[in-house]
């Protein structure tokens, strides 16, 4: 049988040989290094902690991705980003989100910043998701929390856009919010109730134990 194409590649400073179709996240799991506290997909955590920057062979700029949906490719130069967190609380009770002609007043009184975006796009670049980001803070400010809310149904919460803001919008947790106030006001997703049933069924186990599960709380 022929051998395995090994690709070579840079991540984290260390050279690595991966199989060829090998996720990123797959090629650092098999060279026996640690992970990253909370990788979601990896039994704890969530999702989006798996955030890479990532320089192609022949480009110049590196831009973001996801390790755990991204292919090695050779000559690659990867490094873990690590978390940005919100520049501070958005304070708000999903219980309080009952009417829909108050959602643009809830969105000035938890995001006020939202209507200061600059237009500079830098949420679109960084979102390895494609979301379109800028678009939906824009359409948030202007009261339309539905429309924005259906923009920001693929966000995994990396928080690469958080980042990227320089009016520290913290467009992640806008988008979280305007999805929240979205299904507090309606039905509840399909998807939703389709996971909840397979978490009872056993066929989504959550282990509490699992390794980096309960990661030690800083002082």
């Known amino acids: 049988m022929a051998a395995k194409t090994k690709i070579s ?4 400073g260390n050279p690595l040989l991966a199989e060829a179709g090998a996720s990123l996240l797959q090629a650092w799991i098999a060279a026996g290094l640690p992970l990253t506290e909370n990788v979601g997909c990896m039994g704890q955590g969530v999702c989006g902690a798996c955030r890479v920057l990532v320089r192609r062979q022949g480009e110049r ?4 991705a ?3 949906e991204t292919e090695v490719e050779e000559g690659m130069q990867v490094s873990f980003v690590d978390h940005f967190p919100a520049r501070r609380p958005h304070a708000y009770d999903l219980h309080a989100l009952t009417d829909s002609w ?9 995001f ?15 979102c390895p998701k494609g979301i379109e980001v800028q678009r939906m803070v824009n359409l948030s400010a202007a009261g339309e ?3 924005a809310a259906a923009l920001f149904d693929q966000c995994v ?3 690469l856009c958080v980042a990227a803001c320089p009016e520290n919008i913290d467009p992640a947790h806008l988008g979280q919010f305007v999805r929240r106030m979205n299904a507090s006001l309606t039905l509840r997703p399909a998807d939703l ?3 909840l049933r397979e978490i009872e069924q056993g066929r989504q186990p959550i282990d509490p134990d699992a390794p980096g599960a309960n990661p030690p709380v800083q002082p």
Not at 9 to 12: C, G, R
Not at 61 to 64: K, P, Q, R, S, Y
Not at 102 to 110: E, F, N, R, W
């Open 9 to 12: 590649f840079i991540f984290d």
């Open 61 to 64: 700029l590196a831009g973001t």
């Open 66 to 68: 996801l390790a755990c």
């Open 102 to 110: 108050t959602a643009l007043d809830q969105i000035d009184a938890v």
């Open 112 to 126: 006020p910043e939202a209507k200061n975006c600059r237009h500079c796009s830098g949420c679109d670049r960084a």
């Open 145 to 147: 929390a539905f429309t």
């Open 157 to 159: 919460m990396c928080n």
């Open 193 to 195: 109730i389709g996971r």
